[in-house]
């Protein structure tokens, strides 16, 4: 059933690139963990034991807060579709922000998207794969245009904003360094 590996191999990352959602997972060393699912086209392997995803603005900014804090995070795909597996990406995970020397090399892997948050690079200690046959079949219909809108709309002092009441802090109350180190 599981197994583990020592990197993302190719057959891993073919599985990667087919599957339209993904969730992330961390915690701090006191408080509540986040499992969070992420869309739209965001994520690339950038080679066998690194990976990253452009974040996107959204309601909290936990990742960032917990990752400031101790580094540990868990990416982890299922498919949905007729051949079953579930892959967990477990390591060091590192926030990379516009400001930051590292920026422009990870963000020329991504489209420009309205909302562009920070960058999350995962450098994977360990590769695990299960069955995945209690996951039921779903059929993806399209992404939500909904996040995309939202902040289009808001536009860039809009989410600045948005980032100033919502996105500074944990709800535990941890730093996330967003606008300052």
């Given at each position: 059933?599981?197994?583990?590996?020592?990197?993302?191999?190719?057959s891993?990352?073919?599985?990667?690139?087919?599957q339209?959602?993904?969730?992330?997972?961390?915690?701090?060393?006191?408080?509540?963990?986040?499992?969070?699912?992420?869309?739209?086209?965001?994520?690339?392997?950038?080679?066998?034991?690194?990976?990253?995803?452009?974040?996107?603005?959204?309601?909290?900014?936990?990742?960032?807060?917990?990752l400031?804090?101790?580094?540990?995070?868990?990416i982890?795909?299922?498919?949905?579709?007729e051949?079953?597996?579930?892959?967990?990406?477990?390591?060091?995970?590192?926030v990379?922000?516009?400001?930051?020397?590292?920026?422009?090399?990870?963000?020329?892997?991504?489209?420009?998207?309205?909302?562009?948050?920070?960058?999350?690079?995962?450098?994977?200690?360990?590769v695990?794969?299960?069955?995945g046959?209690?996951?039921?079949?779903?059929e993806?219909q399209?992404?939500?245009?909904?996040?995309?809108?939202?902040?289009?709309?808001?536009?860039?002092?809009?989410?600045?904003?948005?980032?100033?009441?919502?996105?500074?802090?944990?709800?535990d109350g941890l730093?996330?360094?967003?606008?300052?180190?």
């Amino acid at each position: 059933m599981a197994k583990f590996y020592n990197e993302i191999n190719p057959s891993l990352q073919n599985f990667i690139q087919e599957q339209k959602i993904f969730f992330t997972a961390t915690a701090p060393t006191q408080g509540r963990i986040n499992l969070s699912p992420k869309g739209i086209d965001t994520f690339r392997c950038i080679d066998s034991k690194t990976v990253a995803y452009l974040d996107l603005t959204g309601s909290g900014n936990e990742t960032s807060a917990h990752l400031e804090e101790n580094g540990r995070m868990t990416i982890m795909f299922c498919s949905f579709s007729e051949q079953p597996l579930i892959l967990r990406l477990y390591g060091q995970g590192q926030v990379i922000r516009p400001r930051e020397p590292q920026w422009q090399e990870y963000y020329s892997l991504f489209a420009s998207l309205p909302g562009e948050r920070q960058i999350i690079v995962l450098e994977v200690e360990s590769v695990q794969t299960s069955c995945g046959f209690g996951v039921p079949l779903y059929e993806f219909q399209s992404e939500r245009e909904t996040l995309i809108k939202w902040a289009s709309n808001k536009g860039k002092e809009g989410i600045n904003a948005y980032w100033q009441g919502k996105n500074l802090q944990s709800i535990d109350g941890l730093p996330t360094k967003l606008l300052s180190d």
